[in-house]
């Protein structure tokens, strides 16, 4: 079965610091791709998506994210992190038919920032 | 503006008590997608529903109902049979799973 694997549950970083947020995912064929941010108390916003092509995929609030099919991974990059990007970030890869091709989430990973 | 609402923002029950979630989208999306969340638990699904009249069980439906008889509206019930209700409920529509998901803002049940 398809899955998504977020391995950093917490990250840290310094405000103005660089981020990766990490995803592994397995599915056997090209995979729709997507990452959500979520401020607490709140719903999941649609931060970008990767459907083919160009394998760097820009995003809002400055954010990117990077295909890479040999390694199964789809990071989530950000050169400079404000204050307000503490919040949590979820993976998301479309499953397969035996599955409804209905959306599967990785477990989140929680960003805290300090200044 | 095109959107997904949740209604209410906070709910408070009684124990043993059967509580019904609004949602409603005006997207014109298709499915419609239930989830529960719990602190480090992620995204657990209850209900889907694809299609006006037709609707699935997730991974946790025991406990909840739903029904979808218009196109725009996917309430949820949350029946004293669920166990430990207290938890943040999120509405999620979509066009096809390809274009993603939209989120409502959540509503967030507590039962004392």
């Known amino acids: 079965a398809q899955s998504v694997t977020q391995p950093d549950i917490h990250i840290t970083v310094s405000e103005g610091a660089s981020l990766e947020l990490r995803c592994n995912y397995s599915?056997?064929?090209?995979?729709?791709l997507f990452w959500y941010v979520q401020s607490p108390g709140q719903g999941l916003q649609l931060l970008l998506k990767?459907?083919?092509?160009?394998?760097l995929v820009q995003g809002i609030k400055g954010f990117e994210a990077e295909f890479k099919r040999s390694q199964s991974s789809f990071n989530l990059r950000k050169p400079s992190v404000h204050w307000s990007d503490a919040a949590e970030y979820f993976c998301a890869v479309v499953g397969t038919m035996e599955y409804g091709n209905k959306l599967v989430f990785g477990a989140g990973t929680i960003l805290r920032v300090k200044s | 503006d095109g959107g997904i609402t949740q209604s209410p923002k906070y709910l408070f029950r009684k124990e043993g008590q059967n509580v019904t979630l609004s949602c409603e989208q005006n997207?014109?999306?298709?499915?419609m997608y239930w989830y529960r969340q719990d602190p480090g638990q992620g995204l657990r699904l209850i209900y889907y529903?694809?299609?006006?009249?037709?609707?699935q069980k997730g991974d946790i439906a025991e406990g909840y109902s739903v029904s979808r008889e218009k196109k725009e509206s996917f309430p949820l019930t949350v029946t004293s049979a669920q166990k430990n209700p207290t938890a943040f409920y999120l509405c999620?529509?979509?066009?096809?799973?390809?274009?993603?998901?939209?989120f409502g803002s959540g509503t967030r049940l507590t039962v004392v």
């Open positions: 999620a529509s979509g066009r096809t799973s390809n274009y993603g998901y939209t």
């Open positions: 990767y459907f083919s092509g160009d394998t």
């Open positions: 529903s694809q299609i006006v009249n037709d609707f």
């Open positions: 997207l014109n999306h298709d499915a």
């Open positions: 599915y056997g064929a090209t995979p729709y």
